[in-house]
């Protein structure tokens, strides 16, 4: 039961802070509500037993990547985009269409579900007293299978370190 | 129904009372810390500090907090109100929510996660936001220039304090705190002897993350006013003021519980080393015959009436410290002790550390900025990586034989990492020296 | 009982609010914080169905997208700062300069 009151709980306030995220005027106030959707985001990680990912999604997604983004907003000054239409044109033209998208992936969804076996969305989950510590698992797996990824993925870090710092130079 | 909604709610209520100790006490620690230091800063500098408000100045904490709740609330004109009143609140819940999975004693902890140490330094992270959006919010360029100085000084340490916890967590062998502290009573010593480096790489950083001198420019007085604090007054600054210290006491905790030994007491397996027990009441003891002598001394009655009180406080606490040490074996008193004492040697700690961080306030000049960033990236950053690399290589070769190890002793291993994280230390500060200019002979 | 339908469903959603947001915002930070929602609803996916099948790989591939979201906001917003230091505009509209 607390399993259900934990991803309502967390769904709902992800669902909610994401419309917030994309229609509010002020840049800043965006933000903090990606933040409080990101948090939600790991709160579900941590419903869904993998607390290495929820912290994971905190130290590097909260505080890191979102402290970037607001450091960003007040280094730009955003005051003059306020004043201008926050929303294209034809808004309501492309939001169909996303949503028309949204449903045709929920139809596929459906679908699946009425022409798989029930056993295959009724899956039990493991329960919860036969899980390993979800660290020892991430841990293990990134060293051993997966080092050629996990080498890549710090050059990529150290390519997009170098390129943000020349983008966003001075030039002198 | 009914018994279903207690079995929901039993194993929570111990935690529940553990928070409400912790939320209720902490604000009046930290009020007291503000106490220390200004009595510690006016002992360095050959005054006495406030002794006015209570006998030698015991109730000055409170006399601040009562003003600045009665004080007037100020919002200046054309901040951003909601996230005005929201930057103070992120603050000191970041701060607060940190000292959950702190362990305070065997017993006392409000929850033991199993990524405890991350979720620490995950919450450090959450500390930047009330900052970056307090000084945002305050509609002043100042204020803005202030909070991004702040952050990005907390962001640079951040990295480097981690890395620092994570050559001490290599000795633990895992990332909960309780356990931790259990792996240093395993191990028989406190782990800031198998990690001198990162303790003290840790002890910089810390002091860098909680905005203390010497890294305070950004809230310097004679900088920015007060940098992303400036234009907050009366109960909304008490809250960033709380946050701060709240902060403080939370790195000293992260530092007491890896690298001191938490709540153990000095020696924790030794059987030699029992008169360590006897000296939490002998130091009570101390306090209250002490509070009792300046007592007549002081020159109000009502201050006169505090010291005893002080004393009578100090009496009992050396009471309850007392009966779990002369308790016969194995009755409920001697199965306290852990716990009573446990929190003694806790807060011990706590405060030989934070006595450090004031130390060093009033001893050592401010860095600029520019300083400040170049020794957290080219120089802390550097040797916390090689400290990591180093404790790896020591793990390693002290690894018994069949483990994949070379079986070497600990203590070789050690110094050996110890060296090398030295040598590049001094090559790094070779490098990174600013040769001053040397001045031109004048002309005549 | 929460199944995976209700994480496919919620993970959808976050979705289709993330592509909302980047096809109908002007504002190019908005729009790069809507991407990062997406990421998101990704990663929600991919720990649900790694904790249904109790495998350790979904939760592996969410870390590497998290690194990717990382690095790529990094460059994205160095983009936006070396483009408003020249334009002074963040508006998606304005950034017209190669239009004939």
């Given amino acids: 039961m607390a399993d259900t009151i934990l991803f309502y709980f967390f769904g709902g306030l992800a669902v909610l802070s994401a419309i917030l995220v994309v229609t509010r005027r002020n840049a800043v106030h965006s933000a903090v509500f990606l933040v409080t959707a990101l948090l939600a985001t790991a709160g579900l990680f941590l419903q869904l037993r993998a607390e290495f990912l929820f912290i994971v999604q905190v130290i590097l997604y909260v505080g890191g990547i979102m402290v970037l983004f607001i450091f960003v907003i007040m280094l730009v000054n955003l005051d003059v985009a306020m004043r201008q239409a926050q929303f294209n044109r034809a808004w309501y033209v492309w939001g169909l269409l996303a949503v028309a998208m949204g449903a045709q992936v929920y139809v596929v969804f459906h679908y699946a579900r009425m022409q798989t076996s029930a056993s295959f969305f009724n899956q039990a989950v493991a329960p919860v007293e036969q899980l390993e510590p979800n660290t020892q698992l991430v841990g293990q797996a990134l060293f051993s299978t997966y080092m050629l990824p996990f080498e890549i993925a710090s050059i990529l870090l150290l390519v997009a370190m170098i390129g943000a710092v020349v983008m966003a130079k001075k030039r002198v | 129904m009914l018994d279903r909604l207690i079995e929901f709610f039993k194993p929570h209520v111990w935690p529940l009372v553990f928070a409400i100790v912790i939320v209720a006490l902490v604000p009046l620690i930290a009020g007291y810390i503000v106490l220390l230091e200004r009595k510690v800063m006016a002992d360095m500098q050959a005054r006495l500090g406030p002794m006015r408000v209570g006998p030698h100045g015991l109730l000055q904490p409170i006399a601040d907090a009562l003003k600045l709740l009665l004080k007037e609330d100020i919002i200046p004109d054309g901040a951003d109100k909601w996230i005005f009143w929201l930057a103070p609140l992120l603050s000191v819940t970041a701060a607060m929510l940190a000292m959950s999975v702190i362990p305070f004693g065997p017993v006392f902890q409000i929850a033991d996660l199993n990524v405890g140490i991350l979720f620490l330094l995950g919450i450090g992270s959450m500390g930047i936001y009330g900052i970056v959006l307090g000084g945002w919010a305050s509609n002043s360029h100042y204020s803005l220039l202030g909070a991004l100085r702040s952050s990005a000084q907390l962001v640079s340490y951040e990295t480097a304090a981690g890395m620092a916890i994570v050559s001490g967590l290599m000795f633990g062998g895992t990332l909960s705190t309780r356990a931790l502290v259990q792996a240093q009573l395993d191990s028989h010593m406190w782990f800031f002897i198998c990690a001198p480096i990162g303790f003290f790489l840790y002890l910089v950083a810390s002091i860098a993350e909680t905005n203390r001198a010497p890294f305070d420019l950004p809230e310097a007085e004679s900088e920015l006013v007060a940098g992303y604090m400036t234009e907050y007054s009366g109960f909304r600054w008490a809250l960033y003021f709380l946050a701060e210290y709240t902060n403080m006491i939370v790195v000293a905790s992260i530092a007491t519980t890896l690298f001191l030994g938490g709540w153990l007491r000095p020696f924790p397996n030794a059987g030699w080393a029992g008169f360590f027990d006897y000296i939490p009441m002998l130091l009570m003891l101390l306090v209250a015959g002490y509070c009792v002598y300046r007592a007549p001394k002081q020159p109000v009655q009502i201050q006169k009436l505090v010291m005893y009180g002080v004393a009578g406080l100090c009496a009992l606490l050396a009471i309850i410290l007392a009966l779990p040490v002369f308790g016969s074996a194995g009755s409920i008193l001697a199965a306290m002790k852990p716990g009573v004492h446990g929190a003694f040697w806790f807060l011990a700690k706590v405060t030989l550390y934070l006595y450090v961080f004031l130390w060093l306030r009033f001893t050592v000049p401010r860095y600029r900025f520019d300083q400040l960033m170049s020794l957290g990236w080219h120089f802390l950053i550097p040797i916390s990586i090689v400290n990591v690399l180093g404790v790896g290589i020591a793990l390693y070769l002290h690894r018994s034989v069949e483990e994949g190890g070379k079986g070497w002793p600990l203590a070789a291993s050690i110094i050996l990492t110890i060296l090398a994280t030295l040598a590049v230390a001094a090559w790094l500060a070779k490098r990174n020296e600013t040769k001053p200019a040397l001045a031109e002979p004048e002309k005549f | ?100």
């Fill in chain 3, 1 to 100: 009982m929460i199944s995976i339908n209700h994480y496919l469903v919620l993970s959808l959603a976050l979705f289709t609010i993330g592509v909302i947001g980047v096809v109908t915002r002007r504002n190019v930070i908005i729009i790069l914080m809507s991407i990062e929602l997406i990421l998101n609803a990704v990663n929600i996916n991919l720990v649900a169905f790694s904790r249904l099948y109790g495998s350790v790989n979904g939760q592996i591939f969410s870390i590497f997208i998290i690194t990717d979201a990382a690095a790529e906001a990094a460059v994205g917003l160095g983009i936006i700062i070396a483009f408003f230091r020249n334009r002074e505009t963040v508006l998606g509209d304005e950034m017209d300069l190669l239009k004939g």
